[in-house]
């Protein structure tokens, strides 16, 4: 759940967090916190809302982290992926193989007001009145400084290197190039400390946060309303014919495309542009696909890919283990209504 102002009620200050020993599970965190720590998690996926000071991620396997953070610090990890947000390079110390980072690629209602929270944004004023500049749908407009989530640093490489640089002559070299053998040589001592890499845009997710708020249920209708009222009539051999424009309750308009739309036009942290060029393709092979289903395929022929899709898809749920997970999010759907 989201609590921003919930956090800081209590005695004016964010608390600290701390996830450890938690297996395949979902988690939202979804409020301020003062500092974080991610330590012996397998096969997660982690939401931490926003943090003030340090995020800390320790002995973890298997993990996503989606998280805005003022700084990022990973030790011993294997397999974890970091969509973050942070103005400081992400650090990496001790045994760390197969980490990777990606841009911040979530949305949810109220992560505004966390970022003012803990200080990573600050909300701009409007040049007219001096006054904050929000939308009582989509929050304040905010000011982010530039995010650094592509300049991991493994400090075991640059001790090396600086140890290089400590021990390369300080004047003129008799033997050219001298100093960049140094550099060389200290780059490649250890080929078990694996560099950070990036994730590439082909690779990118979005993660969707299956909570709706008031504000998030409101846009929607929006975007259904409006999508109701693309209708185009064409007129041929004197006789009207309807084709739709399909929206929202046509099935074009899924879910995943509402929650992209959230995460391009929403996110205070704009993705870059290959990313967002990618997940934009996505997006339209989804509509696509859905056109041919609703044009090419009879009613009938509708209704026995719906089961076939759904049979494999329960079949996934059982042999995945992520069939709890769906268990888990049908029950707070029914626990919210």
Request: charged share 20%; aromatic share 6%; with cysteine.
């Amino acid at each position: 759940m989201h609590d921003s102002t919930g956090a800081l009620a209590t005695s004016g200050r964010l608390h600290d967090i701390h996830v450890s020993g938690c297996s395949d599970s979902h988690m939202y965190l979804l409020q301020p916190f003062e500092h974080a720590t991610i330590s012996a998690c397998t096969g997660c996926t982690i939401v931490v809302g926003a943090v003030a000071g340090l995020l800390y991620v320790v002995d973890c396997e298997r993990v996503a982290i989606t998280s805005a953070a003022r700084r990022v610090l990973v030790s011993n990890c294997y397999d974890v992926t970091h969509n973050i947000f942070t103005p400081s390079p992400p650090l990496l110390v001790g045994d760390n193989r197969n980490c990777k980072f990606a841009p911040y690629n979530t949305y949810y209602d109220g992560i505004r007001e966390d970022l003012m929270a803990t200080g990573l944004a600050a909300a701009v004023l409007s040049p007219e009145c001096n006054t904050t500049t929000s939308d009582p749908l989509y929050g304040p407009a905010l000011q982010c400084a530039s995010n650094k989530w592509k300049q991991p640093v493994e400090l075991a490489k640059l001790s090396d290197l600086l140890q290089a640089q400590s021990l390369a002559p300080r004047a003129s070299s008799p033997t050219p190039g001298a100093d960049e053998k140094a550099f060389s040589k200290a780059g490649s001592t250890d080929d078990t400390v694996k560099i950070p890499t990036l994730v590439p845009a082909s690779e990118f997710q979005v993660l969707f946060v299956p909570f709706l708020s008031e504000a998030a249920k409101e846009r929607r209708t929006r975007m259904e309303s409006a999508a109701e009222e693309m209708t185009v009539y064409t007129t041929n051999s004197g006789e009207d014919t309807s084709s739709n424009v399909v929206g929202p309750k046509n099935g074009i308009g899924s879910m995943y495309c509402h929650n992209l739309a959230d995460v391009l036009q929403l996110s205070p942290f704009r993705l870059p542009t290959e990313y967002e060029r990618r997940a934009i393709v996505k997006s339209d092979r989804i509509k696509s696909l859905q056109t041919i289903i609703q044009t090419d395929l009879t009613p009938e022929q509708q209704v026995k890919l719906e089961e076939e899709l759904n049979s494999g898809f329960r079949d996934w749920l059982v042999t995945s283990g992520n069939l709890r997970q769906v268990l888990d999010l049908v029950h707070l759907e029914r626990k919210d209504c």
